[in-house]
């Protein structure tokens, strides 16, 4: 049996001129056949996906027909991890409404929401956070809309029910491997396990899915658009995914996934990208997309949301620039073409 390849150094911590810390991981590139463009680290290494994911999650929901009316913004919303921002849970809180449905009908449980603001709000009106302010509340009301075409139960998180069935074959065939294995995610839905070739191969399809039947072709393009065209949905301000999103012509989609892990789709190309850091630390995992953004010609690397994910600076204090991160140099390769 051959040893599988160990973690490459994606990205490296910098204090003064000496690397103080490095973040260790895999990625890869894939064409829409399971074609390795490049690799770093271990290709088949098994990964959780986690949120990387959700626009393999939503895709039932649209090429089942349930999702034929339902507009760009709430398809975006299907794919979001997002801040709990007023933008996020009124549309999310409208979704619901227009559907008979209401808060008590999601099941994400409920989160203190990251967007400053809305944290703010609450705390002066004396309010606590609800199951809206999740991250993941625009996936679950996907999954309740597919939910009422499909006519399941209302715990529609179980691992055998008709929406969870759906998502994992959706999962698998985009994957073109069985899952390996799943677990609960923090919103309570089921996350499933896969390579991470696996997982880039899914990309891909996303960015080029010609062959995949007329349903999911549509259905496909139809997320990655609404990704690419509300990426203020899909994250929040200031965060990695909205901003890369934003700079980025082409209807490129960035996807980043709890424990460090990034997807990423460009359709122009017909490519996908999947990256797992396997510390968990998100600011090595911004990094290195941004690294194979640029690198596939996606990112101008010298646009301000690629600078502060290629070369964050480390600031003491006293505000003193002090260190930075960047990627590592086999990863980025002086921005050489992919």
């Keep these: 049996m051959t040893d599988a390849p160990e973690p490459a150094v994606l990205a490296e911590v910098l204090r003064g001129d000496r690397v103080e810390s490095r973040h260790r991981g895999h990625a890869i590139v894939c064409d829409a056949r399971g074609g390795v463009i490049a690799a770093w680290g271990d290709p088949d290494a098994v990964v959780f996906p986690r949120s990387s994911?959700?626009?393999l999650q939503a895709l039932p929901l649209v090429e089942s027909g349930a999702g034929a009316d339902i507009g760009s913004e709430r398809l975006a919303l299907a794919c979001a991890s997002h801040s709990g921002a007023g933008l996020h849970?009124?549309?999310?809180?409208?979704?619901l409404a227009a559907m008979g449905l209401g808060e008590r009908d999601l099941r994400c449980g409920p989160q203190v929401p990251d967007d400053a603001a809305e944290r703010h709000r609450l705390r002066d009106a004396g309010e606590s956070p609800c199951q809206i302010h999740n991250n993941c509340s625009g996936k679950h009301a996907g999954f309740l809309a597919l939910n009422r075409h499909l006519r399941g139960g209302p715990e529609y998180v179980e691992i055998d029910h008709p929406v969870q069935v759906a998502a994992r074959v959706a999962f698998e065939e985009m994957c073109d491997a069985p899952i390996l294995g799943w677990g609960v995610d923090g919103c309570s839905a089921p996350t499933f396990q896969t390579t991470l070739r696996g997982l880039g191969t899914a990309m891909a399809r996303m960015a080029d899915p010609r062959g995949l039947?007329?349903?999911?072709?549509e259905a496909a393009r139809r997320l990655v658009a609404a990704m690419a065209e509300h990426p203020l949905l899909v994250a929040g301000e200031g965060r990695a995914c909205s901003e890369l999103m934003a700079a980025m012509p082409g209807g490129v989609a960035v996807k980043m996934g709890a424990e460090a892990v990034y997807t990423a789709i460009l359709p122009e190309r017909?490519?996908?990208v999947a990256l797992k850091v396997e510390d968990g630390g998100l600011r090595g995992a911004e990094c290195a997309i941004?690294?194979?953004?640029?690198?596939l010609g996606a990112l101008d690397p010298g646009h301000p949301a690629a600078r502060r994910r290629?070369?964050?600076?480390?600031?003491s204090r006293r505000g003193a620039d002090v260190g930075a991160i960047r990627p590592a140099a086999g990863l980025l390769a002086d921005g050489a073409r992919l």
Excluded: D, N, S, Y
Aim: glycine letters at 10%; a positive charge; proline letters at 3%.
């Design 53 to 55: 994911c959700k626009m």
């Design 89 to 95: 849970v009124t549309r999310v809180a409208a979704w």
């Design 213 to 217: 039947g007329r349903a999911r072709e």
């Design 270 to 272: 017909g490519l996908g």
């Design 290 to 295: 941004a690294a194979l953004l640029v690198r």
């Design 310 to 315: 290629l070369f964050p600076a480390i600031l």
